[in-house]
T-cell receptor, first 111, second 114 residues
């Protein structure tokens, strides 16, 4: 059983569409990160959220941390083919000794 | 040059062989990690080290061992490889000075055990 559940597992959309992917857990995290991974490469950090209810924007990407710090969402506006990749969320406990990753959402944006 | 490098990038080996995967970093971070990635399972932590004298087991350490030779180097060994250790392996680093545990990953090693 994954500590962090990501949904959907796969998502295929057309260029220009909007989308939201989710990261849910029954555990409380001191911080939560979103990473994007492209084929043949390691994950690259997109954002870190630390405060319940926090919203961060990175160009067309909007990240939200749940009020209870158990879940998070990533919304992409007007998706582009360059957004294609595996999106991973990862949560860290209070001592940051043990970061747990979700299985990821594999996004494909078709031209 | 990449901040976190892994060698080899690809390796095919046979059951029972000893394999070592190496990781080097130039970020000056104290913390280093080894993960494996399997389809549908995300990244699972194998071992982590907070400094040269510190080694800790992660979620799935059985069948693996590590060595922290220096602040910049962290190697992962499979003493006797088995087919279900076929996976993508990632090394990562983080800065102990930040409370946010942001991790920086290497490019990965694709290991196939026949």
């Amino acid at each position: 059983t994954q500590l962090l559940e990501q949904s959907p597992q796969f998502l295929s959309i057309q260029e220009g569409e909007n989308l939201t992917v989710y990261c849910n857990s029954s555990s409380v995290f001191s911080s939560l990160q979103w990473y994007r991974q492209e084929p043949g490469e390691g994950p690259v950090l997109l954002v870190t959220v630390v405060t319940g209810g926090e919203v961060k924007k990175l160009k067309r990407l909007t990240f939200q941390f749940g009020d209870a710090r158990k879940d998070s969402s990533l919304h992409i506006t007007a998706a582009q083919p360059g957004d294609t990749g595996l999106y991973l969320c990862a949560g860290a406990g209070d001592n940051n000794n043990d970061m747990r990753f979700g299985a990821g959402t594999r996004l494909t944006v078709k031209p | 040059d990449a901040d976190v490098t892994q060698t080899p990038r690809n390796r095919i080996t046979k059951t029972g062989k000893r394999i070592m995967l190496e990781c080097s970093q130039t970020k000056g971070h104290d913390r280093m990690y080894w993960y494996r990635q399997d389809p549908g399972l995300g990244l699972q932590l194998i071992y982590y080290s907070f400094d040269v004298k510190d080694i800790n087991k992660g979620e799935i350490s059985d069948g693996y061992s590590v060595s922290r030779q220096a602040q910049a180097k962290f190697s992962l060994s499979l003493e006797s490889a088995i087919p279900n250790q076929t996976a993508l392996y990632f090394c990562a680093t983080s800065d102990a000075g930040t409370a946010r545990a942001e991790q920086f990953f290497g490019p990965g090693t694709r290991l196939t055990v026949l």
